[in-house]
């Protein structure tokens, strides 16, 4: 970490005179500018302090933005400084830099950056134990244990040493009754323990080991440097990258791996551990804040050496950060669009930018914006075009439903039926996979026809039978599944449409009664921690069967799994989403790369009544080029990033009339805030507004305003023209701007 003179502080400390130090301070709160609090005698504050202050008739802490002279004396004074690492510079740009790029006010940009900062101020005092020397009065075989695991002359915590010695912590109370243990206070605890770039010596391919000596290369050089790391499922993506992370390590530097949520697994951890002898540091909403805050604590103080965690571990405050890989950089998880709507692939490249450091983009199927980048010669572009020790990818077969359609209402083809028989009887594992959470998506009435509907949002409750329950996945209302209709009191009369995991699983059950099956879903209970114990039984063959969502699609290694079958291939691929048909072909390939990871080849299976869609071809024939090239293409043709510029604007509000009646004056502002002919803004289009596809969501009626412009123009400035020009929102309104949105509902 960068120390400051005490002379920087010094010269802000009071001096006599009209003009007196003063603290522009931002607080994380929905404000996009700094405070200012007069600094009063005795405090020496630099800019990136933690202070706290008054906020109206509350206390709040803030970070010291500026420090400049001022007329001090009318304002309120700063009431302490916080004992915590201060914000770096460089993440004070950055943070910056993010608000004027997503529009959101810098005080919420901050708060991501500060929320763990909270917690971190009084972190507690960690008490352990260590021997005396003192022999015990009664010696036994489990006090002779303790004793002999603290021979080292270290603490520990009593948990930890009754865990070690294999006893029970009444044993560890008894020595210290008898004065062979004594209390002492412990250092504060590190997560991610030291990684050692030497533990063990990778054994790469020559192909693997050329993409990894680049990426050595682009570590050692402490310069930005974006690189596209492109490899087919199964190439071994994962053990190239952790090459740079030793290199990061061996310079006494810090690195950072962003991973979607799902995909940061025991399996991940573990194949770290075993690389470098310790699991990174994880972090993801699982982590409890007690934690978080030693993470962040660490991460600004340079103990904590690697990071793996999803989106929102870009804002730690790394002290020397010299690295950052984004895993699956394709995902469309990395994209945030509550609060402050931002993409997690870009900003980490902005991040890397303001750190010089190097940034590994890494996927078997690139985004069409990454991919354009590496072939224009913005980003080093690294392939793996194998997979590992020789293995062969899967042979994808489809199975046309216009001719070869399960019986009626079910959903599993007999060519897959039978392959999948066939698989069991060679003991070797299945997966189905469909992206449909719960049971089904629609419950309906044969009598009259009534559907359930989600009281606060325009969507169809979804049933989910093991929890006899009706849910809607976009606001989390829950309603018992009833035994009548509602509407028109029928009894049996209620029927489920179309297939979740649930149904599937049931179907499953008919057809291979003797088939041990898991079903993996998001919103399955237990969380993080049951789905990592799950994955691991199922890597360690406890289930036969496996039916999932996209959950089970994102980078796992099943050795003994053969063959994928996807049910519905179809799903995500009619709608307005202008990346609907790249992230069908990202989605399918990722989750056909599962099968025959381990000595068995593998084969997949996609269920489709849209056989010649360019998609299906292209994932049938192999020619993933041709289906990026159509595809940039079209989106070339079309002024659609990465060769044109977008943003989304939602109008939301308790009533339908007043969010249309504003989202109406928004749309005028837009028209008349473009510039003048010829230039560049005088191309920006705003279209709408109109209902959004998710009308009402969580009770408010949304309309939609797109605002289209070509590269080259100031998007963000016009967009802070056309709201400048528009009536304040009142009562109630919401106006959210999303840069580059990835959600179009």
């Not at 940009?109 to 101020?121: C, F, H, I, Q």
């Not at 250092?187 to 050329?210: H, I, R, Y």
Request: net charge positive.
């Amino acid at each position: 970490m960068t120390k400051r003179r005490d002379s920087d502080r010094d010269f802000f400390a009071q001096t006599p005179g009209s003009q007196a130090p003063v603290a522009d301070v931002l607080v994380p709160v929905a404000v996009d500018h700094p405070y200012s609090y007069r600094i009063p005698d005795g405090l020496a504050l630099a800019e990136g302090d933690f202070v706290k202050v008054s906020l109206g008739a509350r206390e709040a802490f803030g970070v010291v933005w500026a420090l400049r002279q001022g007329e001090g004396d009318k304002l309120k004074p700063v009431l302490a400084r916080l004992d915590l690492p201060p914000l770096a510079p460089k993440l004070r740009a950055f943070l910056d830099w993010v608000a004027a790029w997503t529009l959101a006010p810098r005080g919420m940009v901050l708060r991501m950056a500060t929320r763990a900062a909270e917690d971190a101020e009084d972190e507690p005092a960690r008490i352990g134990i260590r021997a005396t020397g003192v022999p015990p009065r009664r010696p036994t075989p489990a006090r002779a244990r303790a004793l002999a695991a603290l021979i080292d002359g270290l603490g520990a915590t009593k948990a930890e040493l009754a865990r070690t010695a294999g006893v029970s912590q009444s044993v560890i109370d008894a020595l210290v009754d008898d004065g062979a243990l004594e209390p002492v206070a412990l250092p504060p605890e590190t997560p991610g323990g030291d990684p050692d770039p030497a533990f063990a010596a990778p054994n790469l391919s020559p192909v693997q080991d050329k993409a990894a000596q680049a990426l050595r290369e682009a570590v050692v050089a402490r310069a930005f440097k974006p690189i596209l790391l492109e490899g087919v499922t199964g190439s071994g993506k994962t053990e190239v990258y952790f090459e740079a992370v030793a290199e990061a390590l061996r310079g006494g530097g810090q690195a950072l791996i962003l991973m979607p949520e799902i995909a940061l697994t025991a399996q991940f951890l573990e194949r770290f551990a075993r690389r470098f002898g310790h699991a990174p540091a994880e972090w993801h909403s699982a982590v409890s804040p007690r934690r978080r805050a030693r993470i962040w604590r660490g991460a600004a103080q340079g103990a904590v050496r690697v990071v793996a965690g999803a989106r929102s571990a870009l804002f730690l405050p790394f002290s020397d950060l010299r690295l950052i890989v984004v895993d699956e950089e394709h995902e469309a998880a990395y994209k945030q669009d509550d609060g402050v709507a931002y993409h997690a692939r870009d900003m980490a490249v902005v991040r890397a930018r303001q750190e010089a450091c190097a940034i590994v983009l890494a996927s078997a199927t690139p985004s069409i914006e990454t991919r354009e980048n590496a072939r224009q010669g913005r980003y080093a572009w690294l392939r793996l075009e194998s997979r590992f020790a020789g293995r062969t990818l899967p042979a994808i077969e489809a199975i046309d439903l216009r001719r070869e359609a399960p019986p009626r209402g079910k959903w599993i083809a007999p060519r897959l039926a039978e392959a999948m028989r066939e698989c069991f009887a060679r003991e070797e594992q299945v997966l189905l996979f469909l992206n449909r959470r719960g049971y089904a998506p629609l419950t309906l009435c044969r009598t009259c026809g009534h559907r359930f509907q989600c009281p606060n949002c325009s969507a169809w409750l979804v049933e989910h039978r093991h929890r006899r329950a009706l849910a809607c996945h976009h606001c989390g209302h829950v309603e018992r599944r009833p035994d009548v209709c509602p509407q028109c009191q029928s009894a049996d009369s209620l029927t489920a449409c179309g297939p979740g995991v649930e149904r599937l699983a049931e179907e499953a059950a008919d057809l291979f009664p003797e088939a041990r099956r898991l079903v993996l879903s998001s919103d399955m209970p237990g969380g993080m921690t049951r789905m990592r114990e799950e994955l691991q039984a199922v890597e360690q063959r406890a289930f036969d069967l496996v039916i999932g969502t996209q959950l089970v699609a994102k980078g796992h290694n099943f050795p003994h799994l053969t063959l994928v079958g996807v049910v519905d291939a179809d799903i995500g691929l009619a709608n307005g989403d202008p990346r609907a048909a790249e992230r069908t072909f990202q989605l399918l390939n990722q989750v056909a790369g599962r099968a025959g990871r381990g000595e068995k080849p593998g084969r997949a299976f996609l269920q489709s009544w849209q056989k010649d869609h360019p998609v299906l071809r292209a994932l049938l024939s192999g020619d993933f080029e041709r289906f990026y090239r159509e595809e940039t293409e079209a989106r070339r043709a079309a002024g659609l990033p990465p060769f044109g510029r977008l943003a989304a604007i939602i109008v939301s509000a308790a009533d339908r009339a007043s969010a249309e009646l504003y989202a109406r004056e928004l749309a005028r502002a837009g028209h008349a805030a473009r510039g003048e002919t010829g230039s560049p803004d005088a191309e920006i289009v705003v279209l709408g507004p109109a209902e959004a596809p998710l009308a009402v969501l969580r009770g408010k009626s949304r309309f939609r305003l797109l605002v289209k412009a070509p590269r080259r123009a100031d998007l963000q400035g016009f967009l802070r023209r056309m709201l400048n020009a528009a009536p304040a929102p009142r009562g109630g309104l919401r106006v959210a701007v999303d840069v580059d949105p990835q959600n179009f509902l």
